[in-house]
């Protein structure tokens, strides 16, 4: 038994070379056989050794040769775990009656060739495998600098993961303390000392409280985002409907002149991090609370509806809507469509909204008419 081997080079621009191990006694036939396979730039002879050095894309194998014939040397071949799987050609010129075939396709041929050898037809059989086998190459490279490339991402993340903790750290103790500090004097200021202080002065003190009442509400935002991105999530089953339910009768109790008609759909579920669904679910019906404030009947419907094949849940209100031009400001941290003034917060709402989403691998969009009200939607 005598091997040779073949190197079929590509035409494409990287000029991949990848190996043929030819396998047969008969050295004409071995020398007829490579000027066969000469098109796809083969060179240079071998021993059947190499198969155990080196990977293949397609294997020749003679069927009959003295001592060892092909399928007895099919059946070694794959027995080496990275040759379980590469093609086997069997070339003989037997005929079909004297081979037992399905032995054959039992060790894995993929195609039997008979004598007269058609060389057109048996340089498009293995340029088949050889193109095969180069597309595998370059996916496994692909996946080889895709691991890299996320290694490198995860580290990324991680260090800024880091910083983002010593931020969260100094917003909570070295800057929130004396603003803290600050808004105690200015209330002691305005308890001691505001029946002797002109308007004028008053209005400062006032001003100067509001501001600090705002600047802690942005540091509480900053944390509340900070602890979204950190941590694991644990899912399970969520009843959203009982949940909706829950924070509404929690905003009835802490004000209960509004007069505000809700409707919730019964049987939300969700597969998600119950605190998390809760933190959303709160966050959006604060928002339709809010924002339908000044409407003459103020409604909000909290439901599911089924589009483009999947179950979408959403929030809806009739209240002062907004501008669709504007709708990409909406989920950003402190972006605000609306002045403080006319509707007070610390524009963190939204933000946390889709930061919850997703870490739970959804996405969330919102729909709005000025006037008319606005939809908020989200898919775990």
């Not at 180069?134 to 692909?142: D, I, N, T, V």
């Not at 200015?186 to 501001?211: E, F, H, K, V």
């Not at 605190?275 to 924002?291: E, G, P, V």
Request: include cysteine.
């Amino acid at each position: 038994m005598t091997a040779q081997r073949a190197m079929a080079t590509s035409t494409a621009p990287t000029d991949t070379k990848v190996d043929i191990l030819l396998v047969d006694d008969d050295s004409t036939k071995r020398f007829a056989m490579k000027a066969i396979l000469a098109p796809l730039g083969q060179n240079g002879p071998d021993a059947l050794r190499q198969l155990l050095k080196q990977d293949f894309a397609v294997i020749l194998l003679d069927v009959r040769m003295p001592g060892m014939d092909g399928f007895e040397t099919a059946g070694l071949i794959r027995q080496r775990p990275r040759s379980e799987v590469t093609p086997i050609i069997f070339v003989t010129a037997l005929d079909h009656a004297e081979i037992d075939m399905g032995r054959g396709y039992d060790l894995g041929a993929v195609d039997f060739v008979f004598a007269p050898v058609v060389p057109a037809i048996m340089r498009a059989k293995v340029t088949v495998f050889v193109e095969l086998y180069k597309a595998q190459q370059e996916l496994r490279r692909y996946r080889t600098q895709l691991e890299k490339l996320v290694q490198e991402r995860t580290t990324a993340l991680t260090a800024i993961n880091r910083e983002l903790e010593a931020f969260s750290y100094s917003v909570s103790h070295d800057l929130r303390a004396p603003l803290l500090a600050f808004h105690s004097l200015n209330q002691s200021l305005l308890a001691d000392y505001g029946d002797a202080l002109d308007p004028r002065a008053q209005d400062y003190l006032q001003r100067m409280r509001l501001a600090s009442e705002r600047m802690a509400s942005v540091f509480d935002g900053l944390q509340t985002l900070f602890r979204l991105t950190s941590g694991e999530i644990h899912r399970e089953q969520c009843d959203l409907s009982a949940m909706a339910s829950e924070i509404v009768e929690d905003m009835r109790a802490s004000s209960p002149e509004r007069k505000l008609e809700v409707a919730i759909a019964e049987g939300m579920t969700a597969s998600a991090d119950p605190r998390l669904a809760r933190i959303l679910l709160t966050n959006l019906i604060s928002n339709a609370w809010k924002f339908t404030a000044k409407s003459a009947a103020a409604r909000v419907v909290i439901g599911t509806e089924i589009a483009d094949g999947g179950t979408r849940m959403f929030v809806r209100d009739n209240g002062v809507g907004f501008d669709m031009i504007y709708a990409h400001k909406l989920f950003g941290a402190f972006q605000r469509l609306h002045s403080q003034g006319e509707f007070p917060g610390g524009g963190i709402g939204l933000a946390t909204v889709r930061r919850i989403v997703n870490r739970h691998g959804g996405r969330a969009w919102a729909e709005g008419v000025v006037g008319e009200g606005a939809t908020f939607y989200f898919v775990f």
